[in-house]
């Protein structure tokens, strides 16, 4: 079953929420950080969250679950046309958790949703 009458997200609660940036669709700056780098994919999230550490992304899940929201996660951009629309969807654009941490003696490689 499709569903498109999707809830909104309360972009105010989410914001107060986060060590990152939170845009909605009429926040100033929503058209940039909704835009992925493939340029031919026009999605309309709603709305786009900026975590910046581990509990900015466990406080967005948490918010979309009790808002009855979807979430996905994206970090550059470059597989947007797989996401399909994003009508009730908080994308979480992950290019501020960037980080790399390798323990030589475990031989185990730490990496953030961001890296590149």
């Given at each position: 079953m499709l569903i498109t009458d999707r809830p909104a997200a309360d972009v105010d609660a989410l914001r107060c929420?986060?060590?990152?940036?939170?845009y909605g669709p009429t926040?100033?700056?929503y058209d940039e950080a909704r835009r992925p780098w493939n340029l031919a994919v026009d999605q309309r999230p709603a709305a786009v969250a900026f975590p910046r550490t581990d509990a900015d992304v466990r406080a967005i899940?948490?918010?979309?679950?009790?808002?009855?929201?979807r979430v996905t996660p994206q970090a550059t951009?470059?597989?947007a046309h797989s996401n399909g629309p994003l009508d009730g969807t908080i994308l979480i654009a992950t290019r501020?958790?960037?980080?790399?941490?390798?323990?030589p003696d475990t031989r185990?490689?730490?990496v953030r949703a961001g890296a590149l």
């Open positions: 929420r986060l060590h990152g940036d939170v926040d100033e700056g899940v948490e918010f979309a679950r009790a808002e009855g929201l951009g470059h597989g501020h958790m960037r980080g790399v941490r390798i323990d185990i490689a730490r």
